[in-house]
């Protein structure tokens, strides 16, 4: 798990990931800047994966 959380973390450097004790992924950031406030800053899945998958769908839609 540790190993998942730092490879989302390397790959997706502004989020934060954190697993709670029921394996729910998060994905946190901020505090966002004013001009950021209205971004999405928090993203959850049940695996790693999913969040992968929410977190590159995040990405590609802000650049």
Do not use: Y
Request: proline letters at 8%.
């Amino acid at each position: 798990m540790e190993a998942l959380k730092s490879e989302l973390e390397k790959t997706f450097p502004p989020w934060r990931i954190v697993v709670t004790d029921r394996s729910r992924w998060w994905a946190l950031r901020g505090p966002l800047p004013p001009e950021q406030l209205n971004e999405v800053d928090t993203v959850e899945a049940d695996t790693a994966e999913q969040l992968r998958d929410k977190l590159a769908e995040l990405v590609a839609v802000v650049l």
